[in-house]
């Protein structure tokens, strides 16, 4: 939406697809109970129109899905934003012309289209995942995947239903989902940590003091590392007594974000026993919520470092279990068989019959919305083979064969490591200036050279291989997906350093691109 908006202030003509039927991407889709935003309001908005961020009212800490569709329906009615998009199309081919020095693009409703640059903002969690198991055709009942969750209400009152994964979405969609279900069976493979997000309304007074703070706090955002403003931690978890940590963890509990106790101390996510204090800590929290000790042992995480898999924001997650109505089966003691016609099986033959089975089990994240369509760049290289082993990008908007094309929050950028919508911003603004110069240079063509990819490769890994995030099997590293290539997708620097790598690399005549 915002690269419409800020392509069109060039004198650019802009068409943009859209597979849904309206904006909003990801709140567009993950429509289901309880959904949120785990990144408070104050800095899950746009940036780049005062006028804007005055006159929207966010009405709670964290907002929720509906509260911020009507955010990105507000903000395309306000800058005219859907006369150039075509929704319900998806692209389904991409491919470039060295001799027009331009991409031919190719949709489901057959169109052919061709444009001097292309631009992936696909997200990075939009082609969902389902659970290699057999039987999902076989089952009678209402089958529903927490990423495409359906317009119409998903009647769950009084049915037995069961929810495979215990990841983000399935954190906030349980403790809903157990209020109104006669029975609510979860499927957990790996235990999360999750946090409580002490969500609350907004009263005038914080409301005033934020839009006050704006322009202080957004340049603080912009030189962050994550997108969000946090004190940042200058002491050793190892160097504190256990009752100062203690004490250090019990006020980020409290606190309620997302980032406040993985940045209590500055080794957490460097250092393993340091981690380990915190990871401890909330199992301390999970074993006092949860009734049941044995219930209480299999929801605490223990075979991966604290933060390595995305943490959680919830409400009433942990306590939720010690309702009548509620049943955790741990699938590593019972892995699943088999999804019959009237629930699911798991390994010690006890068939949990089910009328509603949800599927929160993620995404083919980062690299598969990329990999959907056939792009094909110089020489007929396609993006599937350039990416064979994994994705390569220089700054991870742009891949070497591929000119004219950018990726918004690709592979090898901070990206979803951080507040989404700063770094998407960041990259907007990054390709629209880059567009404006090689007009500027009446050149036609950018593409990143194979040295700079390498380098750039090599020193996202090699900032990884620094933090504990390449020891858990996460979405982060490909690992979620059987048979997808394995590595840490992600440049761990920060926004702030990243931001200013980009905006260096422009500034030096575009190191490491070559322009025609
Ligand atoms: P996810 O974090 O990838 O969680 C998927 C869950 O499904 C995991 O528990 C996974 O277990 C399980 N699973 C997958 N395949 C399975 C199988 N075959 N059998 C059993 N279990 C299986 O996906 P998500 O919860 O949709 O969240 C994805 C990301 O979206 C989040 O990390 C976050 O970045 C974003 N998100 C944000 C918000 C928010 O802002 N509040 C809300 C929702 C999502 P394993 O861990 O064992 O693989």
Not at 121 to 132: I, M, N, Q, R
Not at 314 to 339: F, G, H, K, Q, W
Request: one cysteine or more; hydrophobic letters at 40%; proline letters at 5%.
């Amino acid at each position: 939406m915002y690269s419409i908006y800020r392509f069109r202030q060039l004198g650019l003509s802009v068409r943009a697809f859209e597979a849904a039927a309206d904006v909003g991407g990801t709140w567009w889709w993950n429509r289901y109970p309880g959904a949120r935003c785990d990144i408070q309001s104050i800095d899950y908005s746009y940036s780049f129109d005062e006028q804007l961020e005055q006159e929207w009212t966010w009405s709670e800490r964290y907002a929720t899905q509906p509260e911020i569709l009507s955010y990105a329906n507000h903000v395309a009615d306000r800058f005219d934003l859907r006369r150039d998009v075509q929704f319900e199309t998806r692209v389904t081919s991409a491919t470039w012309s060295d001799d027009d020095q331009s991409w031919t693009v190719t949709t489901d409703r057959g169109q052919t289209l061709t444009a001097r640059y292309l631009v992936m903002a696909v997200g990075c969690l939009s082609t969902k995942k389902l659970p290699e198991i057999d039987g999902l055709d076989s089952f009678v009942g209402t089958v529903v995947h927490t990423g495409q969750w359906p317009h119409e209400p998903v009647d769950v009152l009084g049915k037995r239903v069961g929810v495979i994964g215990t990841g983000s979405s399935a954190i906030q969609l349980i403790p809903i989902l157990a209020q109104s279900a006669a029975h609510l069976t979860v499927f957990q493979r790996t235990p999360a940590f999750t946090f409580p997000a002490k969500n609350a309304p907004l009263d005038d007074e914080q409301l005033r003091a934020m839009k006050q703070n704006y322009p202080a706090h957004r340049a603080a955002a912009r030189q962050s590392f994550g997108g969000v403003v946090v004190p940042p931690a200058t002491s050793s978890a190892l160097d504190a007594d256990e009752a100062e940590r203690q004490q250090r963890y019990e006020q980020a509990w409290e606190g309620g974000t997302l980032h406040g106790l993985l940045a209590a101390y500055n080794d957490l996510m460097v250092d393993e026993r340091a981690n380990e204090t915190a990871a401890e800590f909330v199992r301390q929290q999970i074993a006092a919520i949860v009734d049941d000790p044995q219930v209480a042992e299999r929801l605490a995480p223990r075979s991966y470092p604290i933060g390595s898999k995305r943490a959680c924001l919830d409400t009433n997650y942990y306590a939720t279990y010690n309702r009548d109505n509620v049943t955790l089966i741990d699938l590593r003691e019972t892995p699943l068989d088999v999804i019959t016609e009237g629930g699911v099986r798991t390994a010690d033959g006890t068939v949990h019959e089910l009328d509603v089975l949800v599927l929160a089990t993620g995404f083919d994240a980062i690299t598969g919305p990329l990999l959907e369509p056939l792009i094909t760049g110089r020489d007929g290289l396609t993006l599937r083979q350039a990416w064979a082993d994994g994705p390569h990008t220089y700054l991870g908007l742009t891949v070497a064969g591929f000119p004219n094309m950018f990726t918004i929050t690709g592979p090898g950028s901070p990206s979803v490591m951080t507040n989404m919508m700063v770094s998407i911003e960041q990259h907007v603004e990054w390709i629209a200036q880059c567009i404006a110069d090689l007009g500027a240079a009446e050149q036609t063509s950018i593409e990143a050279t194979v040295d700079a990819q390498n380098e750039w490769s090599a020193l996202v890994t090699m900032i990884a291989e620094h933090t504990l995030y390449p020891r858990a099997n996460s979405w982060y590293t490909g690992a979620n997906v059987p048979g997808k290539p394995r590595g840490f997708m992600l440049y761990l620097g920060g926004v702030g350093n990243y931001r200013n790598t980009c905006a260096e690399v422009a500034a030096e005549g575009y190191r490491g691109f070559t322009r025609r």
